[in-house]
């Protein structure tokens, strides 16, 4: 398809729901009946099998689909180290992860203003936390590209299955499963192992990411808020099957060329294969890309008293196999109703034993101040396990005085957070390449918070260490 039609509407067409067993057919027929591997599939195609867990997985957490391809991927000559190889290049190298107490913000992450670099290339680990070959962690990262990936290109990560959250600029994203168009405040999600392209409608685009290197996504439990709530099953989208044609009379004779990227262990890899990789005409399976609208977030809060966790603000959780413990959560802040009597509404100060590491979408957060060198779009912050924060002074203040009527906070704004029962390490990139540390953060923030001690007077102190 011309690069020019990518933006049709036609080709976003999805089908609904979370974890389903899905089928699509480019072409009636397409999909074998009653078994997936016959001795010739129809019209010629290639069974390919692509998993997500291992053969033997338990039944209710097995991932697999069936690809039915014009030619199988394994088709290809060998892979090269790649020229862009960000862990020799840019400082990735997630065995030399820093581990730092302090809390971190960065600057909104620069644009591609030069219009050199597409989301492959534009991509940049930022942190992460364990080892994408002991598939054991994850990775953060950031993207900004200024330009389409090419026509003839595609992209896959070995390391893991990769949340999407952009920030500026439209994402028309071609799967070897066929289309989505991920917007900001949209995300998707792309399993390892998925060949894809992304293609830019609306300028540029900036974004942020989540690599889980072990286990998927899943909605999180809902306990006594009930069958319904926070994102619902029905709004999560995957795609419809859509193949091309370009291919020659064997797997290698094909006259067009197609360069195919892939990340193993944060290090790119490139070949280039005769034929194109998006050539599925059907699909079935439980293991697919798919996409979710945040503005159907159905925002759960007190209406009460007293600030709840923000686990009542997850979209998407990654259980660590610890119960109730994630390897990530992606959590969101929307815009809300904030109605709790006699309470510090915002965030309260504290602790974590996971590590909180938030990106900013759109407009501002309740608990820090915006404008230069504060908590803006496009930047991001780190609180490492144990790493005390909250709102910064003068939100303190602000919230400490403020006449408690029910109050919409965060018109137009979405903050995110990917949650981390691990402690994460911070990229050479992610700490000096990018140059956008915000150096005096945390003395700004919580430099100026004010001793409100008020001794009573005429008590008794039961206990006391004299200076
Ligand atoms: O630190 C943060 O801003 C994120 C956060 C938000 C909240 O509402 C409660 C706890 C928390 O860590
Ligand atoms: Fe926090």
């Known amino acids: 398809m011309p690069v020019t039609e990518f933006a049709t509407k036609e080709l976003y067409r999805y089908q609904n729901g979370f974890n389903n067993h899905l089928e699509s057919e480019a072409i009636q027929g397409a999909l074998p009946i009653g078994q997936n591997s016959p001795q010739k599939p129809p019209y010629g195609l290639y069974a390919e099998k692509l998993s997500g867990t291992a053969f033997t997985a338990p039944r209710h957490e097995n991932k697999q689909t069936w690809l039915y391809r014009i030619l199988p991927s394994c088709a290809h000559p060998p892979y090269q180290p790649s020229p862009e190889s960000r862990a020799a290049q840019e400082g990735a190298d997630t065995s030399k992860l820093r581990y730092i107490p302090n809390q971190l913000r960065w600057d909104p992450f620069d644009h591609n203003e030069a219009r050199d670099l597409d989301f492959v290339s534009g991509m940049r680990l930022v942190a992460g936390a364990g080892d994408p070959t002991l598939k054991q962690g994850i990775g953060m990262l950031v993207y900004a590209a200024g330009k389409s990936m090419d026509e003839k290109s595609a ?158 603000f997850t979209v998407l ?44 979408i759109c407009g501002g957060y309740d608990a820090k101040r915006g404008g230069a060198g504060g908590f803006v779009p496009g930047g991001a912050s780190l609180h490492n396990v144990m790493s005390g924060h909250g709102p910064d002074a003068d939100s303190h203040e602000g919230a400490r005085n403020a006449q408690l009527a029910p109050v919409k906070v965060g018109g137009g704004s979405c903050a995110f957070m990917f949650e981390s029962c691990l ?43 004299a200076e």
């Open 423 to 465: 402690m994460v390490g911070v990229t050479e990139w992610g700490l000096r390449t990018c140059k956008k540390v915000q150096e005096g953060y945390s003395e700004e923030s919580w430099g100026g918070v004010k001793t409100h001690w008020a001794k009573p007077a005429g008590k008794e102190v039961r206990s006391h260490l």
């Open 155 to 312: 992209f896959y990560s070995a390391d893991g299955d990769l949340l999407i959250v952009p920030q500026e600029g439209d994402l028309n994203i071609r799967t070897e499963f066929g289309w989505l168009l991920v917007r900001p405040m949209e995300i998707c999600v792309i399993p390892r192992g998925v060949k894809y392209q992304v293609l830019l409608s609306s300028g540029p685009a900036r974004g942020y990411a989540l690599e889980l290197y072990q286990g998927h996504f899943n909605l999180p439990e809902l306990g006594p808020i009930g069958s319904n709530g926070l994102a619902n099953a029905r709004d999560f989208q995957a795609p419809v099957a859509h193949f091309s044609e370009d291919f020659g009379a064997t797997a290698s004779e094909g006259s067009n060329s197609f360069d195919i990227t892939v990340k193993l262990n944060n290090t790119l890899f490139y070949t280039r294969q005769a034929h194109t990789p998006f050539d599925v005409v059907g699909w079935q399976g439980n293991y697919y890309p798919y996409k979710y609208d945040l503005g159907r977030f159905n925002t759960i809060g007190t209406i009460s008293y007293d600030h709840p966790d923000p686990s009542i």
């Open 317 to 360: 959780s990654a259980p660590s196999g610890v119960p109730g413990t994630a390897v990530a959560d992606f959590v969101i802040f929307p815009p809300r109703w904030l109605v709790g009597e006699d309470t510090f509404r915002p965030p309260w100060y504290h602790r974590n034993t996971m590590s909180e590491f938030m990106g900013l």
